[in-house]
């Protein structure tokens, strides 16, 4: 039985797509980042479009961030952010409470492309496409050996695309509408 047109009403035409979303759900988690330079957010969703989980980067659990630095430049790389924070890609799978097999061809959205540690550890756990925003280092060696990692894989990887790339105004206090931009 097909209901009158009349009944159904006029739905929003400008709701997000899957993939605004998901990377708008990464970007929420990169504001959880403490890094002052660059803050990722990762998301991790099932094939039936269920979030599995989420990460930042930051430091790992119980390492007080407070007592360890967070610049880019030091003396020594024991000076520097580097050997301490977790990458949103490597602590979103880490965060991920279930068992592995649940991960195996899941996709992750991402503000950065992954960098080559992160691309082993999401190739790993059986995810099979990363959806990303930016290719910041793109050229670099790390990220050469990524796309390599990825490709010999079959690991798919796609920029999203532009006319999804939408500014989107999120008011947390009550009655506030999301406005597009």
């Known amino acids: 039985m097909k209901l009158d047109e009349n009944i159904l009403g006029n739905k929003r035409k400008d709701a997000l797509s899957w993939d605004e979303f998901f990377i708008g759900i990464a970007k929420l988690a990169a504001g959880r980042s403490k890094d002052p330079s660059t803050q990722v957010g990762a998301c991790i969703v099932g094939q039936d479009n269920r979030i599995l989980s989420i990460g930042y980067n930051g430091a790992p659990n119980h390492f007080n961030d407070d007592e360890f630095p ?5 003396n020594s790389e024991l000076e520097t952010k580097y050997p ?12 991920f409470p279930g068992s592995r097999k649940d991960l195996v061809g899941a996709k992750i959205y991402v503000d950065l492309f992954p960098c ?7 190739i790993q756990s059986g995810i099979k496409e990363v959806i990303y925003l ?3 280092y793109a050229g670099g060696d ?13 690991v798919k990887y796609r920029q ?7 500014v989107l105004k999120l008011s947390l206090k009550p009655d506030e509408k999301i406005e597009y931009m």
Not at 116 to 122: F, G, L, M, P, Q
Not at 142 to 153: E, H, R, T, V, Y
């Open 142 to 154: 790390g990220n050469k050996a990524s796309k390599l990692l990825f490709d010999s894989c079959g």
């Open 160 to 166: 999203l695309d532009e006319k999804y790339q939408r």
């Open 70 to 74: 967070w610049n880019r430049e030091g």
């Open 134 to 136: 930016s290719d910041k």
């Open 116 to 122: 080559n540690e992160c691309a082993k550890a999401i």
């Open 84 to 95: 301490y924070v977790c990458h949103a890609e490597l602590n979103s799978i880490l965060n």
